[in-house]
């Protein structure tokens, strides 16, 4: 399996309410970032961690991060329907060179 | 004015053909990359400049070249388009390639399909 998978695959959620998307890795990471990805569009970054961070916040997004047992979670509060999109999680291995690996990603829906 | 811009944003295309697709950014970043991501969403890395140099070459078939005029582009040509070609083909650029510390801004993608 990839380095960076999320789980679940799929999420259909009510406005107003709280999406929690999970990653997991396999080797250990400089960073890991979550970005998120509209229908037709490129990728967005939204959030940084390092390694010798715990959690971090940014407006409604919540990161935590576990490097014990390699995961990390993504939660938005408060959803709303311009929430809806695909959210990646990427890694960057100590030891990958210069390479960001990406998950396949999480779709969330908010439906309004 | 766009970051990150990619050209053409859709192309279709019979096997066997050549086609380019160029990218361009403007955000006086070093690094530039290019992914595919593929029908599973799956956003895989190809290749990476450093201020024209090629820094990563993942297993990706030499019939894909990757060319970096200037580090403000890098564009990338394939040859003997086949049919698992077809993918969604992303153009990113960084500030700088130490560490992966840096966040990526996107293009817009170029959907390739090959009939």
């Known amino acids: 399996s990839q380095q960076g998978e999320e789980d679940p695959q799929a999420l259909s959620i009510q406005e107003g309410e709280n999406a929690t998307m999970n990653c997991s890795y396999k080797t250990s990471i400089n960073n890991l970032q979550w970005y998120r990805q509209n229908s037709g569009r490129g990728l967005v970054h939204l959030i940084l961690i390092r390694s010798n961070e715990r959690e971090k916040h940014s407006g409604r997004l919540r990161v935590t991060l576990d490097t014990s047992k390699k995961s990390s979670s993504l939660l938005i509060t408060a959803s709303r329907a311009a929430d809806t999109a695909s959210y990646f999680c990427?890694?960057?291995?100590?030891?990958?060179?210069?390479?960001?690996?990406f998950g396949a990603g999480t779709r969330l829906f908010v439906k309004a | 004015d766009t970051a990150v811009s990619q050209t053409p944003k859709y192309l279709v295309t019979q096997m066997g053909n050549d086609k380019s697709i160029k990218c361009e950014q403007n955000?006086?970043?070093?690094?530039m990359y290019w992914y595919k991501q593929d029908s599973k969403k799956f956003l895989k890395i190809m290749f990476s400049y450093n201020n024209k140099e090629l820094i990563i070459n993942e297993t990706v078939p030499n019939r894909f070249s990757p060319k970096s005029p200037d580090k403000a582009h890098l564009n990338l040509h394939i040859n003997s388009l086949e049919l698992g070609d077809s993918a969604v083909y992303f153009c990113a650029s960084s500030h700088r390639l130490a560490g992966n510390t840096d966040t990526q801004y996107f293009g817009p993608g170029t959907r390739l399909t090959v009939l």
């Open positions: 990427a890694t960057a291995p100590l030891t990958g060179g210069f390479k960001t690996i």
């Open positions: 955000l006086g970043h070093d690094t």
